[in-house]
């Protein structure tokens, strides 16, 4: 399974940004996608995360300012980050979890296949 993330950037607090995670229609169908954040120094963690059926969750920190959505026909899986802040700044992975694992489980150990990473900076 092939990943490709993009759409990272250096932004001002305040500001927008939206990745996209392109793949293939199967893997839409079948596993639920989720997209991870790395800062220097620390471990990757979940940010959010979209099933087959469109089910969604996302950690309390991006709640209200982040939305995941996917786009079968282009393949692609998407993250609009709005009101963007410092602590926002990683690089930001898209990957697939394991199949049958549902979006409210999505962590290190329960993603299949990674996509390469794009740099967000969130900084004035």
């Known amino acids: 399974v092939q990943l490709q993330a993009s759409g990272g950037g250096l932004v001002q607090p305040g500001g927008s940004l939206r990745l996209s995670c392109v793949t293939n229609r199967f893997t839409l169908e079948h596993y639920a996608i989720a997209w991870f954040r790395q800062a220097p120094g620390k471990e990757r963690k979940g940010v959010a995360s979209?099933?087959?059926?469109?089910?969604?969750y996302y950690i309390d920190s991006v709640k209200g300012r982040f939305a995941i959505s996917r786009d079968i026909d282009k393949n692609t899986v998407y993250l609009q980050m709005n009101s963007l802040k410092p602590e926002d700044t990683a690089v930001y992975f898209c990957?697939?979890?394991?199949?049958?694992?549902?979006?409210?489980?999505?962590?290190?150990?329960?993603?299949?296949?990674w996509g390469s990473g794009t740099q967000v900076t969130v900084s004035s």
């Open positions: 990957g697939t979890l394991l199949l049958g694992i549902t979006p409210e489980r999505m962590n290190f150990d329960n993603v299949g296949n």
């Open positions: 979209i099933g087959p059926t469109d089910d969604t």
